[in-house]
């Protein structure tokens, strides 16, 4: 990868050209600035926060700290592309219905992030929970209610398969 | 474009280098090679007949959680385990743990510890160098302009190991100490390394030799007096500073405290009939 000011990323199954970028720009400035993909959110723009979270070829990461260029014929999918708009996804929808969404600022990066954990972990305990989601902060919730709406997709997922 | 070019900035998971990037503190002048994309370097290989696990660079955190390298090196799963988040985890690579060289990286102690080697590329050929010379000091290293780390081997060892760190609280912290302790059946040796109580990773002989010439080889304990004889060696070997994250006396104090915890669990304390471990 050379100079590469131009090229093209692959953002939620969608071919997306990048013009006017500068070398070492963070994905998640491309995300937001160049492509008008505002779902994720930067705070920290230091890995320490997740509200910036996406998922980059399978593995939940942190936007601000890819360097949108290396992620050129990676698959990224943002909170954008979760679900279609006005029909939320399970995760999206039991974070409404458990009360886990005050402001709304880390939920994006949140919603990433409880999804990569229960495809790798369909019935997590509340520690495990805490443990996975310890790279995403919220100062609203307390996380109590954000525990609750994983534990519900949980449930609900379970039953359904059974 | 390595060899021909001296402002190439080499990018793994980013999780450093895109920190500083963020802050301005440093902008890629030249082209960036985003080394963690080259598949050869994200492998790992175990070699039962020298007894060796060769880790790619680019190989994350994640990765070296993986059962099938964890029960080979289980400290340095353990190590991988206190790194940040689930998301730095990810991203973040043994390569470039070693490439930053913070006293505090997680993965050091245990390639201190188990004598692992460095391997780095270059166009005039590949070279070897034992990890405690790779690290020259805080943030140094031994990679010269137009090298890549390309991979680390390190020993399976019989034997149990441990890595334990302190910090400010549970999770997402940065070592103030952390200890690596490795009991070694074959060659009837412990080995310990020490992180975030000097510029680098420190090893500390004495105490090395001190509990290796008073473990009960074959029973697997200790006398509580030996252990504690050993706390005090480690914490004698190490050479803190006080910062903002801690005090040297705590540091000091620390280190002691994790290696008598970490060796007490590979050998047992076998005190006098009645006395207290
Ligand atoms: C929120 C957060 C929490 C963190 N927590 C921890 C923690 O608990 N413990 C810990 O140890 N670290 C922690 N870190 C630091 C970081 O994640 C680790 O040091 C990690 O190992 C860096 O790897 P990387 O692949 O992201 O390196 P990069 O950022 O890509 O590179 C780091 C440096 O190494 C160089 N480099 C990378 N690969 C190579 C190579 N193959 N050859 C030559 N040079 C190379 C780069 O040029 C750069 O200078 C944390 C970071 C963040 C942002
Ligand atoms: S903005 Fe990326 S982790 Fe905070
Ligand atoms: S809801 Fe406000 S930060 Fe989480």
């Known amino acids: ?162 | 474009m390595l060899a021909e070019r001296d402002d190439v900035t080499l990018l793994a998971g980013g999780t450093d280098a895109m920190v500083e990037i963020n802050d301005g503190h440093r902008r890629p002048q030249g082209p960036v090679v985003a080394v963690n994309r080259i598949p050869d370097l994200r492998s790992w290989r175990h070699d039962r007949a020298a007894g060796t696990l060769t880790i790619g660079a680019c190989v994350t955190y994640t990765e070296l959680m993986d059962p099938a390298i964890a029960t080979l090196v289980p400290a340095l799963a353990e190590a991988s385990r206190t790194v940040g988040s689930p998301q730095i985890r990810n991203a973040g690579t043994l390569g470039g743990n070693l490439g930053t060289c913070s006293p505090a990286g997680d993965g050091l102690p245990v390639l201190a510890a188990l004598d692992a080697t460095v391997t780095l590329a270059s166009r005039s050929g590949t070279r070897t160098m034992p990890v405690t010379e790779f690290m020259v000091g805080v943030k140094r290293t031994a990679i010269e302009p137009g090298e890549l780390i390309t991979e680390v081997t390190l020993p399976v060892v019989d034997g149990w190991q441990g890595y334990a760190k302190v910090g400010v609280r549970n999770a997402m912290v940065i070592a103030i100490a952390s200890t690596c302790v490795v009991f070694d059946r074959a060659a009837q040796t412990v080995r310990v390394a020490l992180g975030s109580v000097g510029p680098t990773i420190l090893r500390c002989p004495d105490a090395e030799a001190h509990l290796a010439s008073h473990v009960d080889w074959n029973t697997m304990s200790a006398a509580a007096d030996d252990l504690d004889r050993f706390g005090t060696l480690v914490s004698d070997a190490s050479r803190p500073i006080t910062d903002h994250r801690s005090s040297a006396e705590y540091r000091r104090h620390a280190v002691g405290v994790l290696a008598r915890r970490l060796a007490q669990r590979a050998a047992t304390p076998a005190g006098p009939p009645g006395a207290p471990a």
């Open chain 1, 1 to 162: 990868m050379s100079e590469a000011e131009i090229y093209r990323l692959h953002v939620n199954g969608e071919r997306r050209d990048v013009t006017d970028s500068w070398v070492g720009e963070s994905l998640l400035d491309v995300l937001r600035d160049r492509l008008g993909l505002v779902g994720a959110k930067g705070a920290c723009e230091q890995g320490e926060c997740g509200s910036c979270s996406v998922i980059v070829d399978d593995e939940l990461v942190c936007s601000c700290l890819v360097m949108a260029a290396s992620a050129v014929g990676q698959r990224i999918v943002t909170v954008e592309g979760i679900a279609a708009p006005g029909t939320p996804s399970d995760v999206q929808q039991a974070f409404v219905d458990a009360g886990a969404v005050q402001c709304g600022f880390c939920t994006p990066g949140l919603i990433m992030a409880v999804h990569d954990l229960l495809d790798r972990t369909p019935a997590p305990t509340d520690t495990e929970i805490r443990e996975e989601l310890a790279g995403n902060v919220c100062r609203c919730t307390g996380y109590g209610r954000i525990i609750d709406a994983v534990q519900r997709v949980a449930v609900a997922r379970t039953e359904r398969a059974s």
